[in-house]
């Protein structure tokens, strides 16, 4: 199974409704990252996470931590076309040692919003 | 400026051909990554330096060699590839290793023909 799992996989939306995705770790989470990219790009860093209890918002897109049960959300309002893309959490999963700087994905989340 | 150069953007080798990748980044970071991605797959670590030495080697093959000649470039020397090494590479850098925010590049798609 995924250390990071993401839902849902696919997500199509009318533009201006709002919408939620989720990341779940099976592990304990030292950091967590959420990007953005564009078929065939590089990703765009969105927000960083630490504690938990965190929420950061940029724009129309507000991420948070829940650190007891490992997880984080992303959720978008009133989504744009521009919103479209793939969504990637990544997070740092091993306090350090030979693991630290090493930043696991989860399988990504494919954003469609149709005009 | 959060801006990480790569080059080239696309490339095609053949399996006897030896290439290389460029990254660049004038951020002051210390820690420079490359990620390998393959079509609706994640990236994947491929190897971390830490002020200019190798501190992360995910078992990649011998025929992908890293060289980090100062601590604004990154290089990815390939040599005797397979198709199945055609992918998205991304590389990114961070102030230090250890949980920060890692700044990626655009990535240079290769094709080993």
């Known amino acids: 199974s995924q250390e990071l799992e993401q839902s849902p996989q696919s997500l199509i939306v009318q533009e201006g409704k709002n919408l939620t995705i989720n990341c779940t770790s099976s592990?304990?989470?030292?950091?967590l990252y959420w990007y953005k990219q564009k078929y065939g790009e590089g990703l765009i860093f969105l927000m960083m996470?630490?504690?938990?209890?965190e929420e950061k918002s940029h724009e129309k897109i507000t991420a948070k931590l829940d650190e007891k049960k490992q997880q984080s959300s992303l959720h978008i309002t009133a989504s744009q076309p521009s919103h479209a893309g793939i969504y990637l959490c990544?997070?740092?999963?091993?306090?350090?040692?030979?693991?630290?700087?090493?930043?696991?994905f989860g399988q990504g989340t494919i954003l469609t919003v149709h005009p | 400026d959060t801006e990480v150069t790569q080059t080239p953007k696309h490339l095609v080798m053949g399996m006897t051909n030896k290439k290389s990748l460029k990254c660049e980044q004038h951020?002051?970071?210390?820690?420079m990554y490359w990620y390998k991605q393959k079509a609706k797959k994640p990236p994947e670590l491929m190897f971390v330096?830490?002020?200019?030495?190798?501190?992360i080697n995910e078992s990649v093959p011998s025929r992908f060699s890293p060289e980090c000649p100062n601590s604004s470039l990154l290089n990815l020397h390939l040599h005797a590839l397979q198709p199945e090494d055609s992918a998205l590479y991304l590389c990114?850098?961070?102030?230090?290793?250890?949980?920060?925010?890692?700044?990626f590049g655009p990535g240079t798609r290769l094709l080993v023909l």
């Open positions: 996470l630490q504690k938990g209890g």
């Open positions: 990114a850098s961070s102030r230090f290793a250890v949980r920060e925010t890692q700044y």
């Open positions: 592990k304990t989470l030292y950091g």
């Open positions: 330096y830490s002020y200019e030495k190798l501190s």
């Open positions: 990544g997070a740092v999963l091993n306090a350090g040692g030979t693991s630290y700087g090493k930043l696991t």
């Open positions: 951020m002051g970071h210390r820690a």
